[in-house]
């Protein structure tokens, strides 16, 4: 049974920065890809950004140049490095993993930015 857990999430003044860990554990049979995704309240789940197994990366417009995803494969770990925060970013964020016709997600871990 495959899991993922989230850590690095926190309250951060606007202009900070955070780090977004998710490990993948249990029996992966094949790794297609990885990344996360937030939700607002009283808002649709939206991507933020997304790495494949060859690392190729995509990033909502609304965050490139500010979030980095990057992956190690070898331990079944994404991170998204968050700077230049907005309030606007405040959020419960997801890891979600496909693998072959399989897709999990993480339980969330929330990230607030806030004065």
């Known amino acids: 049974q495959v899991q993922l857990v989230e850590s690095g999430g926190g309250l951060v003044q606007p202009g900070g920065s955070l780090r977004l860990s998710c490990t993948a554990s249990?029996?992966?049979?094949?790794?297609?890809?990885m990344g996360w995704y937030r939700q607002a309240p009283g808002k649709q789940r939206e991507l933020v950004a997304t790495?494949?197994?060859?690392?190729?990366?995509n990033y909502a417009d609304s965050v490139k140049g500010r979030f980095t995803i990057s992956g190690d494969n070898a331990k079944n770990t994404v991170y998204l490095q968050m700077n230049s925060l907005k309030p606007e970013d405040t959020a419960v964020y997801y890891c979600?993993?496909?693998?072959?016709?399989?897709?999990?997600w993480g339980p969330g871990t929330q990230v607030t930015v806030s004065s």
């Open positions: 979600k993993l496909v693998a072959g016709l399989m897709i999990y």
């Open positions: 790495i494949t197994s060859s690392g190729s990366t």
């Open positions: 249990g029996i992966i049979f094949r790794f297609n890809a």
